[in-house]
């Protein structure tokens, strides 16, 4: 219960979707819907670009990524295609090399023109290490390069939205393309659009108006956070399902071992009561005693279930395809576990001791014995 507590606290759709996608604290990204556009007539123009700005007087616009289209990577027993995106420092954070560094699984940023950087994944398909040769054909053009290393694509070259499954596969030098395409200067792909917190509602409507025809596709925040949100409630109702089993069996047990103990101790208790035991002494022993058994009970749940929490909540992240989870202490969540507990004992105490109230101390030495 207690790791499914810690799952739910530590989990933030927001943050994650703020760390993958909207890393510049914006609240819409554009792309390009064809990425063959790009090298014919791309629709992420500087005039474009300035009507969005425009649109509101304190939107910025941020290059996130661009790309050189459609790629077939091919070296020996490995063949990669899809969406090839280029390294450049003229971006935002997803195309620059000082951000795809920190993602870098295995080798380096590439040194060199033809040097190029593939998806992490490809080598859980086949064998391939860096130093490796290939072939790569973007459009008609082909050229022979080398494998620098591997990124990670959860981070790096990410498909804008759930909408679209448009993530980068591989990564080339700025150099590289505009030597493969010399006709081409814009590699535009993908905008980030940054606005004021009281137009962001109606900024999306002006945004529609202004990428209408333009063959443009939108992704928000919020629209994000949403989705994220639906498939992670789906995962945390099935582990609440699995919390409240374990819940009711736990008090299932719990009634009884209290059952157990309080009809063991009948004797002892009547015996107690024959010496000048008051019931207001009976009361205050079975309130310390449930206290005592709250305690144990919670603190064993906190020894054990706080390193397995850590664990899960480091990992559950990386294992769905997520940012690593933050841990947090559950607080309230243990809080009314522990009230629950404390609470079930006191009711149990006090029908308890009305039992015996009801039977004189001989009547209940007679019955014990």
């Known amino acids: ?19 993958k996608m909207f890393k510049n604290g914006g609240s819409y990204r ?36 661009e790309s050189a289209g459609e790629c077939d990577l091919k070296a020996e027993g490995l ?57 790569l054909k973007l459009g008609k053009n082909k050229t022979d390069v080398v494998i620098a290393g591997f990124f990670d694509a959860a981070y790096v070259g990410r498909s804008d939205g759930f909408k679209s499954e448009d993530g980068a596969n591989v990564m080339i030098t700025k150099d590289l393309a505009q030597e493969m395409f010399p006709e081409t200067e814009n590699f535009e792909y993908s905008w980030e659009i940054i606005t004021a917190e009281d137009s962001k509602e109606e ?86 005693e449930s206290g005592i058994y709250v305690v144990i009970s919670v603190g064993i749940t906190m020894i054990a279930g706080i390193p397995i929490s850590v664990f899960v909540c480091k990992y559950f992240g990386a294992f769905i395809g997520m940012e690593e989870m933050a841990y947090k202490f559950p607080s309230i969540q243990v809080l009314v576990y522990g009230l629950l507990l404390f609470i079930l004992q006191c009711i149990f105490s006090k029908l308890f001791v009305k039992n015996m109230n009801r039977h004189t101390i001989s009547e209940q030495l007679r019955s014990v014995e």
Not at 5 to 19: G, I, L, W
Not at 51 to 60: D, E, M, R
């Open 1 to 19: 219960m207690l790791v499914a507590a810690s799952m739910e606290v530590s989990f933030s759709a927001e943050q994650n979707v703020r760390t």
């Open 30 to 65: 554009i792309y390009v819907n064809d990425p063959e556009q790009i090298l014919k007539d791309n629709p992420l123009t500087k005039e474009l670009e300035q009507k969005i700005i425009s649109a509101s007087g304190s939107n910025q616009v941020l290059s996130i990524r």
């Open 79 to 135: 063949s990669v295609e899809g969406l090839c995106d280029i390294i450049s420092n003229r971006g935002a954070y997803e195309g620059r090399e000082d951000f795809i560094s920190r993602y870098l699984v295995q080798g380096n940023l590439p040194q060199d023109k033809n040097e190029v950087l593939l998806v992490d994944i490809v080598q859980e398909i086949r064998p391939v290490s860096v130093g490796d040769h290939a072939t």
């Open 203 to 288: 900024m999306q409507k002006k945004l529609t108006d202004l990428v209408y025809d333009k063959n443009i596709s939108i992704c928000s925040f919020k629209t994000e956070v949403s989705y994220l949100q639906a498939q992670m409630n789906l995962i945390w109702g099935g582990v609440q399902r699995i919390s409240l089993f374990i819940l009711l069996f736990a008090v299932i047990n719990l009634i009884n071992m209290l059952l157990s103990n309080f009809n063991s101790r009948r004797w002892e208790l009547s015996v107690m009561r024959s010496i000048g035991l008051t019931q207001k002494q009976l009361n205050f022993m079975f309130l310390m």
